[in-house]
């Protein structure tokens, strides 16, 4: 029976990270699920999937452990079943000028309605002709089926209107 393996690292950036990560993975038999890495600040932090036979997960948390000696620090967290409840996907995308709380702002509402974020990516850029500080965010969303999409979208838009940002939803089809 496979298990998944959660890791989550932070540590100074430098070349081989991903490597020494992924040769400790592969020695323990270890499939590379999904990963989201990045440096930031000077720091590479990542999160990964390894998917791995239940009877060799021990080893290789022990394994991904030593890791820390190198300068990494590391979280390991044994995967959960996905649920089965009733939930939709969409998408969100949101640009507009840069200032405090704007992801406090829209997950909020998002929690008040009980949506779920799957995935946020976020970045902030200089506007081609202004050079002003631009927020850009692109989300991917867990809706529950009870939720109104028209009051979501209300809300949002209501929202988007006081923070004076381009916001739209989109309904995605499941997979």
């Given at each position: 029976m496979k298990t998944s393996l959660v890791v989550t690292l932070i540590g100074p950036d430098r070349p081989g990270l991903v490597n020494a990560l992924a040769t400790r993975a592969t020695a323990c038999g270890a499939g590379w699920m999904e990963s989201n890495m990045a440096q930031l600040a000077g720091?590479?932090?990542g999160i990964v999937r390894l998917e791995i036979d239940e009877s060799a997960a021990a080893d290789?948390?022990?394994s991904l452990l030593q890791l820390e000696?190198?300068?990494l620090h590391l979280r390991l967290e044994r995967g959960i079943p996905a649920t089965t409840s009733a939930?939709?996907?969409a998408r969100l995308e949101l640009t507009g000028h840069d200032r405090p709380g704007i992801v406090?702002?829209?997950s909020t509402v998002l929690a008040r309605h009980g949506v779920s974020i799957d995935k946020l990516e976020t970045?902030?850029?200089?506007a081609s002709f202004s050079g002003e500080p631009l927020f850009r965010a692109h989300a991917e969303l867990h809706v529950p089926l009870a939720v109104h999409a028209s009051d979501l979208r209300r809300d949002l838009e209501a929202l988007a209107n006081e923070l004076m940002v381009d916001l739209s939803l989109e309904d995605q089809p499941l997979q």
């Open positions: 720091q590479f932090a290789l948390e022990k000696h190198e300068g939930l939709r996907k406090h702002e829209i970045a902030c850029e200089n």
